[in-house]
């Protein structure tokens, strides 16, 4: 994507914000807006010194400060003067307006940033191919397991060893496997299932590799993906690599919102995470770490449901670069069905809860940098005060269509429509991806993003309650497609 139309495409995102704060009755979006930019600017300032690998930052202050003692009260103080009466739903939704516009006014110039930075990174010449381990953990995998180490056999690098984990499968997993052996894939079974973190444990304390690579057995990783992943560990400050994942099966409205939403989040949000060196999830698809850095964490934990988010939140907190790759790509399932949905992210936001509940210390000590300031303040906002905010602002949509302000509504929900198309064009164009893709937009602010947040708040609860919490298993597909 050129240099003018991302730049043209980022204009029309600010239009379209300030068009916000126009269409919005009084002053209330734009101090809004203002706020928003503001915090935004200090965190772009900062930005400067996290490429110079100066990321403990420990005096810069947090997105939870600012929210807590400048910008809620000032909100919730002007509304009290303007309105006569203090309004908490209206103050709930102008700070999520605030922390929708800092989000914008952030993501959007590190976005053009970062594609900077990465059109004119400088080209590395390797004299020297490490060894690399590639692990693929499998329970009751059947249906995708060849497929996955076929694709691994054809990935273009020097010197990389295979080895597959069965673990305790019912079915036929481990004698499917085992016929790649005469191709060098060694393949190991546990009697009992332990577990994915117990699988990649196995693997990784027999592997050779200086560096591990994992990848779900339902995944498929792309060719020429381990060579620029590689090239990425030539800084030896970096620590660990995030793949770009992508959505294989694209077969029906649900699998096709779940593209676009890897597309968004891998190609907007995850951009300003690798400014910062960051990356909050190296996701199991295709995840890259220097072995000796996983041994002095202790390798996988068991007691979370996300043992990739726990993982790279291990590593962060010694103070390591975590990054993440654009064009090294790997090619997953997701649920074809509501149902799979369902419990797939459920256990993907209990086990982020439990990390951040194992981990709460990040809170409270400045030493850990942006991984404080910025990822888990971020995480909190997307996983807490967002969903909450959004059942709010349903209530508040339903009483303004009673007191005949339904088209109003209606307005203001088609800009923030029209900016989510627009960002995800953005997006899409920045992977050149399918660009028909993007006429699903409109679900991520009104239908899709619901049922995101519900299972949210729900996961949340479940947490907090300790219910019990289990893996679970997805319907597989196996469907197949060539990777390049």
């Known amino acids: 994507m050129g240099t003018k139309k991302l730049v043209t495409i980022t204009v029309v995102l600010v239009f379209e914000l300030i068009l916000v704060a126009v269409i919005i009755p009084g002053f209330i979006a734009w101090i809004c807006l203002g706020i928003g930019a503001a915090v935004a600017a200090y965190f772009l300032f900062a930005a400067r010194s996290a490429r110079n690998r100066n990321r403990r930052a420990s005096r810069q202050i947090t997105i939870f400060s600012l929210l807590s003692f400048f910008i809620f009260p000032i909100i919730v103080g002007w509304l009290t003067v303007y309105l006569g009466y203090l309004s908490i739903a209206t103050a709930l939704l102008a700070t999520a307006l605030t922390v929708e516009f800092f989000s914008n006014f952030l993501a959007l110039p590190l976005t053009i940033y970062h594609r900077h930075l990465e059109m004119n990174m400088p080209a590395i010449h390797m004299n020297y191919w490490p060894v690399v381990t590639i692990v693929v953990p499998a329970h009751n995998e059947e249906k995708v397991i060849e497929r996955c180490i076929e694709a691994i056999i054809e990935i273009d690098y020097p010197k990389k060893e295979v080895i597959v984990v069965d673990d305790g499968s019912k079915d036929r997993t481990y004698q499917l496997a085992s016929k790649y052996r005469s191709n060098g894939v060694k393949v190991l079974h546990r009697a009992t299932a332990g577990g994915k973190s117990a699988a990649l444990n196995t693997g990784i304390l027999i592997a050779k590799g200086e560096i591990i690579i994992t990848c779900d057995a339902d995944s498929m990783i792309a060719r020429s993906a381990l060579r620029m992943i590689i090239r990425r560990f030539h800084d030896p400050q970096v620590s660990a690599v995030a793949g770009n994942v992508k959505v294989l099966n694209r077969t029906n409205l649900l699998t096709k919102c779940q593209a676009l939403e890897y597309i968004v989040n891998q190609n907007i949000w995850r951009r300003l995470f690798d400014v910062f060196g960051v990356v909050p999830v190296v996701p199991g698809p295709l995840a890259s770490f220097r072995k000796k850095d996983l041994k002095e964490i202790g390798f996988y934990d068991k007691d979370t449901l996300t043992e990739d988010f726990d993982t790279t939140i291990k590593l962060l907190k010694t103070t390591r670069v975590v990054q993440a790759l654009t064009e090294a790509y790997v090619y997953t399932e997701a649920p074809v069905n509501w ?14 809860f439990q990390t951040i509940v194992k981990h709460r210390n990040v809170f409270s000590n400045a030493r850990f940098g942006y991984l404080r300031n910025l990822t888990f303040q971020y995480v909190i906002l997307s996983m807490i005060f967002v969903p909450f905010v959004s059942i709010v602002s349903l209530f508040v949509i339903a009483l303004a269509v009673i007191g005949g302000y339904g088209l109003q509504a209606l307005v203001v929900m088609l800009v923030f429509m029209l900016i989510q198309i627009t960002y995800s064009f953005l997006a899409v164009q920045l992977d050149n991806e ?34 019990e919490s289990k893996w679970g298993s997805l319907e597989r597909v196996g469907t197949t497609k060539k990777t390049a």
Do not use: C, M
């Open 339 to 352: 149902k799979d949905f369902i419990k797939q992210r459920t256990r993907w936001n209990k086990g982020t």
């Open 434 to 467: 399918d660009v028909k893709l993007v006429v699903f937009a409109p679900f991520f602010v009104v239908g899709y993003k619901e049922l995101r947040n519900f299972i949210k708040i729900k996961s949340l609860f479940d947490v907090i309650l300790k219910r």
